[in-house]
């Protein structure tokens, strides 16, 4: 929780200085690309943190890590990490970029849960209800789970639109038990 909410404080002066700098694609770019880089090797954050390692030895093994080819905003952004010793929080920060970024872009992303692979013709129709719901464009994240038997589970962030089959079913067996302990309590 707390790593959201200082990622959140992080992401949000890093997208103010890239608005200003009219960076705001290349800094998602390379943050995304280290957050990748990060969640691969885990002993690079380890390393990082290591109290025990100086300031000028982390700057370096970035350099190593990451030669010219990061944009100098995120430079500066992770010697800042390293400088206050709260590089721990880089890959959460990196995560709430890339949501403050897609909410300045009026843009959200659907986790759309089928029986099998949409058509383009299904997939252009709920891209279009969704943007008339939420007022944004919408990119779909699909993913097939033949669990559902049928119909369509939506998670957009933390809002759940569940028309599956298997929901159905789950619904009506609870509604018959809870219909069955009634009569029982009635008689």
């Known amino acids: ?8 404080r992080y992401a949000s002066a890093l997208l103010a200085a890239a608005l200003e700098g009219n960076a705001v694609d290349r800094v998602e ?3 995304n690309s280290i957050k990748e ?3 691969q090797n885990p002993d690079l954050g380890r390393l990082l943190e290591n109290p025990d390692m100086r300031l000028e030895e982390k700057r ?4 190593r890590v990451f ?3 990061l944009d100098g905003l995120v430079r500066r952004f992770l010697e800042f990490l390293l400088e206050k010793k709260r590089i721990e929080f880089l890959v959460s920060a990196a995560l709430e970029f890339h949501e403050l970024a897609k909410e300045m872009r009026n843009q959200c992303e659907a986790h ?3 029986i099998s692979a949409l058509t383009d013709p299904q997939r252009q129709g709920l891209r279009e209800a969704l943007a008339r ?9 699909e993913k097939v789970d033949p669990e559902v038997i ?4 939506v998670r957009m962030k933390d809002r759940v639109i569940d028309r599956t089959v298997r929901s159905e079913l789950v619904q009506l067996r609870e509604n018959l038990l809870a219909a069955r302990l009634l009569g029982r309590s009635a008689g």
């Open 133 to 141: 719901l939420t007022g944004k464009d919408v990119h779909l994240v």
């Open 60 to 63: 370096q093994f970035l350099d």
């Open 67 to 69: 030669p010219e080819s």
């Open 112 to 114: 759309v849960t089928s």
């Open 29 to 31: 770019k390379d943050l």
């Open 1 to 8: 929780m707390i790593d959201g909410l200082v990622g959140r």
């Open 37 to 39: 880089i990060w969640e």
């Open 150 to 153: 049928g119909g369509l589970r």
